[in-house]
């Protein structure tokens, strides 16, 4: 049974006991009454749609219109008791009938969520992590003529780390992942080289010209 076809019969149910002895049937869209025509007629009127949400999962949230249609001789007291039933049952909006219907009634407007199926992906059958080791860069930065160059840009091409030469020409660079490439510069004054397996304790020397 679907989600909405219980909605409307707890509905039904609800205005049932409401009706006490009165008789309660259930009519179509379009239909001629029924020449036995019962005190209370409940015919749906419309399925629509409101919205998504998720409240648990994912959900299609709709709303039922159902016309309450009270008849007989006692019509004002079934139509109040009719009344205070649907105002207290759970996710029931009332409203009154639509035109051109005349008579004792009204519209009860039911909320209905629907589980709907969500698109995923295809399953992840195997997780792949590269692992590259780490490993602190240290060294001197030195001139042509073996001088230690205070001042000196030294920075890993792939993570951007940068660090600068203190008086001494030393520099440190923690945790560069390998293979990488350092750059070093100091103005115009630039070289590169790969970082080598012993990355400890490096001397780089910086050409005396603008180059590589």
Do not use: C, N, Y
Not at 111 to 129: F, L
């Amino acid at each position: 049974m679907s989600v909405t076809q219980r909605a409307f019969d707890g509905l039904v149910k609800v205005l049932t006991s409401a009706a006490g002895t009165a008789t309660t049937g259930v009519g179509r869209l379009g239909a001629a009454p029924p020449d036995d025509r019962p005190d209370v007629l409940l015919t749906p009127l419309s399925l629509t749609r409101v919205g998504r949400s998720r409240r648990l999962g994912a959900l299609l949230d709709l709303e039922l219109a159902v016309a309450v249609e009270a008849a007989g001789d006692d019509v004002l007291d079934l139509t109040e008791r009719l009344l205070a039933a649907a105002e207290s049952a759970p996710g029931v909006r009332v409203g009154p009938l639509p035109e051109p219907a005349a008579g004792f009634g009204f519209v009860a407007v039911l909320a209905v969520s629907v589980p709907v199926a969500e698109p995923t992906g295809p399953p992840v059958e195997e997780s792949v992590v590269e692992v590259h080791s780490l490993a602190a860069v240290t060294g001197v930065v030195v001139g042509p003529d073996g001088a230690a160059l205070p001042d000196v840009e030294v920075h890993s091409s792939l993570t951007r780390q940068r660090a600068t030469t203190d008086a001494a020409g030393r520099f440190s660079l923690p945790g560069l992942p390998r293979p990488t490439t350092l750059t070093v510069s100091r103005g115009p004054r630039r070289t590169t080289l790969e970082v080598p397996d012993e990355p400890d304790g490096l001397r780089i020397v910086l050409p005396s010209h603008e180059g590589s």
